[in-house]
């Protein structure tokens, strides 16, 4: 009688756990694969993209690593041709002089956005400079070039924004 009792009591309880525990199972297993293979896909993709694209060349100052693309090939050309040639690299004039941070964050973006359009082919011809960008290069003249520009600040109307690259447009990359 003992017997009958034990077993009952333990088939009783075994019978109905397992069904509760397969279904949370079953959904927490669905989430968790599709947490993973999200993941999983985005550091992949993005991991090729980047060994692809020889995305460590542009971490480096040089100006060759910049210009891994065709389609930079005459901004290579311009700035060997330029007046900052040998006084400054891409990441001088392209790159924020102020905390490592931010440089970084520019960085990121710019190889997020770079990436997509070379990968995708979506790049116009004439490539022009984002105004993000355009900002970060004129904060890097100001950075180079500030003894200079006190009287350009003196001519400017009030509430004018300096602007370099409008008068300056082919000077890192002479035409």
């Given at each position: 009688m003992a017997e009958e009792e034990t077993v009952t009591a333990t088939e009783q309880p075994s019978e109905a756990r397992p069904a509760r525990q397969r279904t949370w199972l079953r959904?927490?297993?669905v989430l968790l694969?599709?947490?993973v293979f999200v993941f999983g896909s985005f550091i992949g993709v993005g991991s090729f993209t980047f060994l692809y694209a020889n995305g460590i060349g542009y971490l480096y100052d040089e100006p060759e690593g910049c210009a891994?693309?065709?389609?930079m090939d005459d901004y290579l050309e311009g700035y060997n041709k330029g007046s900052h040639k040998d006084v400054a690299t891409c990441n001088d004039c392209h790159m924020p002089h102020d905390n490592l941070a931010k440089s970084l964050w520019v960085k990121a973006d710019n190889g997020f956005w770079h990436a997509l359009k070379f990968t995708t082919g979506d790049y116009p011809t004439n490539i022009e400079i984002r105004e993000s960008n355009r900002q970060v290069?004129?904060?890097?003249?100001?950075?180079?070039?500030g003894d200079y520009l006190s009287g350009v600040h003196e001519v400017r109307a009030e509430g004018d924004?300096?602007?370099c690259t409008r008068c300056h447009e082919t000077v890192g990359h002479a035409k």
């Open positions: 959904g927490k297993n694969f599709l947490a891994q693309c065709h389609a290069t004129n904060e890097a003249c100001v950075y180079c070039h924004e300096l602007d």
